[in-house]
């Protein structure tokens, strides 16, 4: 039903005037069932937002948008990408755009849109982060940037939206179940042990307070925990238990000090989701909104190339060898053979210009992950390497960036060119 609401509001913005804000109170007035529970004041159902029963303005709301032409918002030209407008994932957010010389131009750093000069077509929306799934959902905004959780939980399972790039590198943190650590709670460290705590029922539920309504009722399920009643909470779940006006929480934990200065702990087997930043999309707006697959395209090519060279290090060193082959055995038999192997060239030392030559050096470069670093080093010393150079790097590109080519397939695209020939949207 959220779905619906979203639609509305998509709709009755799309009338800036009087008159067109008319038509939906006329097009809502004659839609199928709506004179028969609204009578003469179906023009009050929109125009002063008085609504008597929830349930009902939410099916009247349903039949009026798809019934009537009234609906239909005029087509946007830019593409839109929204973000969180605060803390430290909004912070994370530009940073990563910014290592991938995307930066976001604010000219008035209190304004909520902004620009990326690299991608001309698109403007950048900054919101709640909750509200990036909203307008996602309404059709407001075609991509948004924000963690998996929220994601998730303001999502709602909507099969129109799509996760483009699951890994972002930044927002770490999980979803897990928090319980007391005295009292009843003292030898329940499982969520078997929870499963089996007799004294919660029909009558008596388990309370579970959190601000992740539609994750919670899907894990229960999953799990088979029943007699649950979930609460709600702003903020400060952790004194939930302490105050008795719930039995446990459900939030997000990065590294447990808060639960433990609560004295609260983490249950074994109830570690709900991972989470950090992911990119995601609505499809409709992917084959149907001009530029919006295009401006998608690039922004995973980019992503997908500077997260991969994020973990690695490109090595330079100066190794002497009786020819290119000779040094490229050197280096693959100790393991040193990088991405696709080592780029071996000649190194024309001082001696070889006045023709006396103290035998061959050739310059060798390959890709090291940064864990493995160390351990490179010590190989290349090894088997008579020297001045070796350590430099970080921005973009490794493949041919094609994986999690795009996984795009595509999702769409049903067989040919991105020819696709975009068709459609005239790319």
């Given at each position: 039903m959220s779905r619906a609401i979203a639609r509305t509001e998509t709709a009755l913005r799309a009338a800036p005037s009087t008159r067109a804000s008319g038509a939906r109170r006329s097009a809502i007035a004659n839609a199928p069932g709506c004179k028969r529970s609204l009578g003469s004041n179906a023009s009050l159902f929109v125009s002063r937002g008085r609504f008597t029963d929830a349930r009902q303005v939410k099916v009247q709301a349903e039949i009026a948008v798809e019934n009537s032409p009234a609906t239909v918002t005029e087509a946007r030209t830019i593409t839109r990408l929204a973000m969180p407008s605060k803390g430290r994932m909004a912070e994370d957010t530009l940073d990563l755009l910014k290592q991938c010389q995307l930066n976001v131009r604010k000219t008035n750093p209190r304004q909520y849109i902004a620009k990326i000069s690299q991608l001309e077509n698109m403007e950048v929306w900054f919101q709640r982060a909750s509200d990036v799934v909203r307008r996602l959902r309404a059709g407001d905004v075609d991509i948004g940037i924000l963690g998996n959780d929220m994601f998730t939980e303001f999502g709602e399972g909507d099969d129109d939206l799509i996760v483009l790039h699951e890994k972002l590198g930044f927002g770490h943190c999980h979803l897990a179940l928090g319980v007391p650590t005295t009292g009843k709670w003292e030898e329940i460290h499982t969520l078997d042990d929870l499963k089996g705590m007799s004294e919660f029922n029909a009558q008596r539920p388990l309370r579970v307070v959190t601000g992740y309504h539609y994750i919670a009722k899907e894990y229960f399920k999953k799990v088979g925990l029943e007699h649950v009643q979930i609460l709600a909470a702003d903020g400060a779940l952790e004194a939930a238990p302490q105050m008795d006006y719930a039995d446990i929480i459900l939030d997000l934990v990065s590294t447990g000090t808060t639960?433990?200065?609560?004295?609260?702990?983490?249950?074994?087997?109830?570690?709900?989701?991972?989470?950090?930043?992911?990119?995601?999309?609505?499809?409709?707006?992917?084959?149907?909104?001009?530029?919006?697959?295009?401006?998608?395209?690039?922004?995973?090519?980019?992503?997908?190339?500077?997260?991969?060279?994020?973990?690695?290090?490109?090595?330079?060193?100066?190794?002497?060898?009786?020819?290119?082959?000779?040094?490229?055995?050197?280096?693959?038999?100790?393991?040193?053979?990088?991405?696709?192997?080592?780029t071996v060239s000649r190194v024309f030392t001082r001696t070889d210009t006045r023709g006396v030559h103290d035998g061959e050096f050739y310059g060798v470069t390959i890709c090291v992950a940064q864990r493995e670093l160390y351990n490179c080093i010590k190989k290349i010393r090894t088997i008579g390497g020297s001045g070796i150079l350590v430099s970080p790097l921005t973009y490794i590109f493949d041919e094609q960036s994986p999690r795009w080519t996984a795009l595509l397939e999702e769409l049903e695209i067989d040919d991105y060119e020819t696709f975009c020939e068709s459609q005239s949207i790319c």
């Open positions: 639960l433990r200065e609560n004295n609260l702990k983490q249950l074994e087997g109830a570690r709900i989701m991972e989470s950090e930043g992911v990119l995601v999309a609505r499809k409709q707006a992917l084959l149907e909104q001009p530029g919006a697959l295009g401006i998608v395209r690039e922004l995973l090519e980019r992503l997908d190339a500077h997260l991969t060279a994020a973990e690695q290090f490109t090595v330079v060193v100066n190794m002497r060898g009786e020819s290119q082959e000779d040094v490229a055995t050197k280096m693959i038999d100790a393991g040193l053979g990088g991405l696709q192997g080592p």
